[in-house]
């Protein structure tokens, strides 16, 4: 079925992605290519046709059904970037089977809750995913079968080359079209609150809606080669796997496992004919650095001629950069795990540089105000979807049925307006954005990211988009911070180019301030700026940065002068109870030195003798008591003006004393008269003892946040 040459994608009743895609381009002569993969050496290469896929996906078939896995079962996989990755996929996919893919950077605990909360009947992984899934197999009931990927085959595991070297080359299983709304697969997407969500896509809201996306933004077609540099986990990477093969177009799948670096991207566009690229927001803002400038100038690109960005919004000057440099321009598209592409930058219109673009075709996308009405031009508001008889449409169909709950129903962010008698129902992404005059989306920023100073809003995106002109920034996270007298403000975390890591911070810091209020409306610019070594910034070269995350550091900063230091071994979780802990500990210190202090100055210190009898109950004697007091307030970091407002406190109770103390000259004080004289000994009779029971108290639970620390460091 030869949906690519649809003038206008239609919706089918039913559909098989193996059946309608892979055989039919298996079945055109010329062996058509499907995939070109480069291992992470770099030592061995593949070059992969759709018959080959074809045929393997038969054999992974039958080898699933003899290990008894049903229609509407459950396959995790957490596979690296290996050929068997895409076998497995379509062959799950030809019987019906639901494919479930996550990330290799999972914990244990993460690949527990993944395998219970899907049910899953089979998990599949590399060596090192087999290992930690393991640890937590007897948390996993429903996981009957374990299939381990490479390496060497760990106790309980069965090899999947080996089990499926014992099928027949030519076995084959019955091809079955599907009802288009059964589940096809799963994908684990983080919400604002609470664990990973699970978003369910049926058998063409990803499987054959993404022909769309890869005809109108990748601008794919056979003969053409897609490198999506996102990892396997992630949502963006099946929008390649599915709208390549949709079109006959061929993946270029490097197996990268390490960090992300400039040079190596650069290197195998120079390799290799890879004709697309789709990359994260952040590999283009490392590729427009002096240093990968002057490596683009020596080594070119062998074939690339079309370049696409998603993830997170991208920096207008980045695209400047990169055009500069190769001529070609960045097209910027806007979606969602949820979602196929729902706007974005295609042939036919100018690109606005930091613009979203315009709807993708066929996508009733709109920005809508709190009453459900759509937003006039350069009004702020929600981006969504229409909905309204989508079960019924055929153009239409981008779309997930909803998350996945205990009970095997699904939900969506919907909300239902009904105006004039007219009903609209919405799909909200929880993003914001404005529309210009001329229809081009912009985007603001998450619906909870939103920066509300001084009744002023303020998107994140803005400010980093500002921050990124001036030429000592290399990319910056911005977040709400709280003020006392604007409520929010804008506090920004900077990481600095090489060149001017060494400049004098508080100049640099008041310049970009100066650079923001030139380069974009003068409330915006960030009136707190913190630089940060690069790594500090949450994110991945395939996810957004992460706001939130940004919010929990600077409070963790705010209340300690430094970022707490936990180990790097820690997940997520235990790095959040440890920096709390290491916070805890530094104002328990503090705590036992202020405790120890007036244990050791109480028995010296006497009161002066304008204050009334009832306050000279809680002094004892000496000469030197404002220099007592002076000590005190200095290790409980009082200020010298508190100190005097304390002694102003203090001369305005004497006034309402029951017993007023006669004012006298200070110089007349050193020793008091014997009717108002307190008896010291006995007095720390009792106080003496209750502030030793303070300290030792403080002690134990200074040793108990320690152990806590320690137990999380371990766990983690």
């Not at 963006?236 to 992300?260: E, H, I, Q």
């Not at 404005?434 to 998450?446: K, S």
């Not at 036992?592 to 002094?619: C, E, G, R, Y």
Request: charged share 20%; aromatic share 10%.
């Amino acid at each position: 079925m030869a949906h690519f040459y649809d003038s206008v994608l239609q919706r089918p009743d039913s559909f098989n992605f193996a059946v309608d895609v892979v055989d039919y381009w298996a079945a055109q002569p010329g062996d058509l290519e499907a995939m070109y993969w480069v291992s992470q050496d770099e030592f061995q290469k593949r070059s992969l046709t759709f018959k080959y896929f074809s045929r393997q996906s038969h054999r992974v078939s039958v080898l699933l059904q003899r290990l008894g896995v049903k229609e509407g079962e459950t396959v995790v996989m957490v596979v690296p970037r290996v050929p068997a990755w895409w076998e497995i996929a379509v062959g799950a996919i030809r019987s019906g089977i639901i494919i479930a893919p996550a990330t290799t950077l999972l914990t244990a605990k993460d690949i527990q809750y993944r395998c219970a909360k899907s049910k899953a009947s089979v998990f599949v992984g590399d060596g090192a995913s087999v290992a930690k899934f393991l640890t937590v197999r007897d948390e996993c009931s429903s996981v009957r079968t374990i299939l381990q990927v490479g390496d060497v085959i760990h106790p309980g595991a069965s090899s999947f080359y080996a089990s499926l070297e014992l099928v027949e080359a030519d076995a084959s299983v019955e091809d079955v079209r599907r009802d288009w709304n059964s589940p096809s697969l799963i994908y684990f997407t983080s919400g604002t609150s609470g664990p990973p969500k699970m978003v369910c896509h049926n058998q063409v809201s990803y499987p054959l809606a993404l022909t769309t996306t890869a005809k109108s933004w990748y601008q794919l077609a056979p003969g053409k080669v897609l490198w999506n540099t996102a990892e396997q986990g992630w949502g963006k990477a099946a929008w390649s796997f599915f709208g390549a093969w949709n079109c006959g177009a061929t993946l270029f799948v490097y197996d990268d496992r390490g960090p992300f670096s400039a040079q190596r991207l650069l290197r195998i566009l120079h390799q290799y004919p890879i004709t697309t690229i789709c990359a994260a927001p952040l590999a283009f803002r490392q590729l427009v650095l002096q240093e990968a400038k002057s490596y683009y100038e020596k080594y070119p690109p062998m074939a690339l001629s079309h370049c696409t960005a998603a993830g997170e919004a991208l920096n207008d000057e980045v695209i400047r950069q990169w055009h500069a440099i190769s001529g070609m321009e960045i097209r910027d598209g806007y979606g969602q795990t949820e979602t196929i592409l729902l706007c974005g930058n295609f042939s036919g219109f100018a690109i606005r540089p930091g613009s979203m673009g315009k709807p993708a075709p066929t996508v009733p996308l709109s920005i809508i105000n709190g009453d459900g009405s759509e937003t006039v031009a350069g009004e702020e508001g929600d981006i969504a979807v229409l909905l309204d008889n989508i079960s019924c449409k055929k153009d239409f169909f981008g779309l997930f049925d909803g998350y996945l709950n205990e009970d095997s129903t699904v939900s969506r962010r919907e909300k239902i307006f009904t105006k004039n008698g007219e009903r609209k129902v919405w799909y909200l992404t929880g993003d914001k954005a404005r529309r210009d005059e001329d229809g081009y989306f912009w985007f603001v920023g998450r619906s909870d990211d939103v920066i509300n100073s001084s009744g002023y809003r303020i998107g994140p995106f803005e400010v980093e988009s500002t921050l990124k002109l001036h030429p000592s920034v290399v990319e910056s996270a911005v977040i709400s911070s709280p003020d006392p007298v604007r409520g929010e403000v804008v506090k920004a975390f900077v990481v600095l180019t090489e060149q001017w890591k060494d400049v004098n911070q508080d100049l640099l810091k008041k310049e970009l301030q100066d650079f923001c209020k030139k380069n974009a409306a003068p409330y915006k610019y960030p009136r707190k700026i913190q630089f940060v070594p690069s790594n500090f910034l949450p994110r991945t070269t395939n996810a957004p940065s992460s706001h939130s995350q940004m919010t929990k550091r600077s409070f963790f900063i705010k209340l300690s002068n430094n970022p707490p230091v936990v180990p790097s071994s820690l997940n997520a979780y235990y790095g959040d109870v440890a920096g709390w802990l290491v916070v805890m500990l530094e104002l328990h210190t503090i705590a036992i030195t202020i405790t120890l202090a007036v244990v050791l100055t109480a028995p010296t210190m006497q009161p002066p003798q304008d204050l009334p009898l009832t306050m000279t109950l809680q002094w004892a004697e000496r000469k030197d008591y404002s220099a007592s007091l002076y000590s005190l307030t200095t290790l409980a970091g009082t200020s010298t003006a508190a100190t005097s407002r304390m002694d102003v406190t203090c001369r305005e109770e004497s006034t309402v004393g029951i017993s007023p103390t006669p004012t006298e000259p200070r110089a007349a004080a050193s020793s008091p008269s014997s009717k108002e004289r307190v008896d010291s000994d006995s007095l720390m009779d009792y106080l003496y003892p209750l502030l030793a029971c303070l300290c030792a108290a403080a002690v134990v639970v200074g040793i108990i946040v320690v152990m806590i620390g320690g137990f999380c460091a371990f766990a983690g």
